[in-house]
């Protein structure tokens, strides 16, 4: 069993920043593909950003690449989303999420989500 917290969330005003953080249970976390996802009032959920066990891979939705990073600490169980240039339809609850399997299979956990609101 792997849990998920995410922290970091609030509200902040357009061209802001904003970084996530989600903390990982398992000593096995260095093994996990890790991803951000958002969901939108009224909208589906939706891909944000996934890096791999040793960061060497990453990959961003075309709606946030240049504005987001992904990045993770190991050592820390921790992975992380830096968000920059904050946009009002940016405004979702984040969620992460663990692939314990391999790079492009399903995510098998997920967090509780924390709360983005961007103001315009």
């Known amino acids: 069993q792997v849990q998920l917290v995410e922290s970091g969330g609030g509200l902040v005003q357009a061209g802001d920043s904003l970084r996530l953080s989600c903390a990982a249970s398992?000593?096995?976390?260095?093994?996990?593909?890790m991803g951000w996802f958002r969901q939108a009032p009224g909208k589906e959920r939706e891909f944000v950003a996934t890096i791999s066990w040793s960061g060497g891979r990453i990959r961003y939705a075309d709606s946030v690449k240049g504005r987001f990073t992904i990045s993770r600490d190991n050592a820390k169980n921790t992975v992380y989303l830096q968000m920059n240039s904050l946009k009002p339809e940016d405004t979702a609850v984040y969620y992460c999420?663990?692939?314990?399997?391999?790079?492009?299979?399903?995510?098998?956990?997920w967090g509780q989500g924390t709360q983005v609101t961007v103001s315009s």
């Open positions: 999420a663990a692939n314990i399997t391999a790079w492009g299979h399903q995510y098998d956990y």
């Open positions: 398992g000593r096995t976390f260095s093994s996990y593909v």
